[in-house]
């Protein structure tokens, strides 16, 4: 599948638009996220926001799985990609929430350029530009500039906390989950209409998260879930609607405008996009390594797309 820019090479503005929405939406997610913290475990969160939100889609494009559907000659290929971008990245991220905060998870998320050019490189032998590979530099250094809190010292005796590991284990598995989608050879019944598309990563995923919340429950029995809690009530209806199928509706159509690697530079909008929401929800006061940090990602973003 060919990635579709301008003659001029500049990212076409309904890329710019969709691929900024998905951040913002991811936003809010990780703020919601920690708010929930609390009330439900984060696998099953995990869970009952992709169960819910195949049950609202599937109204939408239910013959995308019936039995006739040309999608199960690819079964294999969509557990795979169900399993990376539903099964594991939002889990892997509601678990780092248990541990750190909204800003300092999607800061570390930051660092997707570099996961995505590494995976490109090995798996699909994408090449590696200077402007890529130095926008690269400047979201890494915003990474490392938060985690070190801008201290030198700090970064000498640097230990990663459980949460940034995990969310470091979601980046991962989600530059994997945009290669997926950009090269395939699905048919074009299924490749070309993003709902089918994500349809079938929703089947796939819930499969995949009954999978993980059963052992969350396994070897945790004693956990609970607050669901007569308004807070909890409200806060699944947002990632229902919001993270899970608009985020992801417009992630993939952008994906398929300006390709993985672009495309991974546009995350690092998420973290600005958390303190906002960060300070006027959960009360977390930006600190003034955070600015700096979100310079550096800017910057790595507009130097990537420079040709």
């Known amino acids: 599948m060919s990635v579709s820019t301008t003659p001029a090479g500049r990212i076409p503005l309904t890329a710019i638009f969709l691929l900024t929405l998905a951040p913002m939406m991811w936003a809010g997610n990780a703020v919601v996220g920690r708010l929930l913290a609390d009330l439900i475990p984060p696998v099953t969160l995990n869970l009952v926001r992709w169960s819910l939100a195949l049950l609202v889609f599937l109204p939408f494009s239910w013959r995308t799985i019936a039995p006739d559907s040309p999608l199960w000659a690819h079964w294999k290929r969509y557990a795979i990609v169900g399993l990376l971008g539903i099964g594991c990245y939002n889990m892997f991220q509601y678990m780092a929430l248990h541990t750190s905060t909204p800003v300092n998870v999607t800061l570390v998320a930051a660092s997707m350029p570099l996961w995505m050019m590494l995976i ?17 530099g ?35 598995c989600w530059s994997m989950y945009s290669w997926m989608l950009l090269y395939t050879r ?14 079938a990563q929703l089947f796939f995923g819930v499969l ?28 699944l209806a947002f990632v229902v609607l919001g993270p899970a199928l608009l985020a992801y509706a417009c992630w993939g159509i952008g994906i398929q405008h300006v390709g993985p690697t672009i495309g991974g530079f546009f995350t690092n909008l998420t973290p600005l996009f958390a303190a906002v929401l960060s300070v006027l929800l959960l009360g977390d006061m930006p600190a003034w390594y955070h ?14 797309s420079r040709r």
């Open 120 to 136: 490109g490189r090995l798996a699909y032998k994408a090449p590696v530009t200077l402007p890529k590979l130095a926008g690269a």
């Open 208 to 235: 995949w998260s009954i999978f993980f919340t059963g052992l969350e429950w396994a070897v945790m029995p004693d956990l609970h879930v607050d669901w007569n809690n308004p807070t909890l009530i409200g806060g």
């Open 138 to 172: 400047l979201s890494l250094a915003g990474v490392l500039f938060v985690l070190s809190r801008g201290s030198l010292a700090n970064l000498l005796q640097l230990q990663l906390v459980v949460g940034d590991l995990y969310m470091l284990a979601a980046t991962a």
């Open 186 to 199: 699905e048919p074009i019944e299924i490749r070309s209409d993003w709902k089918s598309m994500l349809m």
């Open 291 to 304: 600015g700096v940090a979100f310079l550096l990602i800017v910057g790595g973003i507009v130097v990537s």
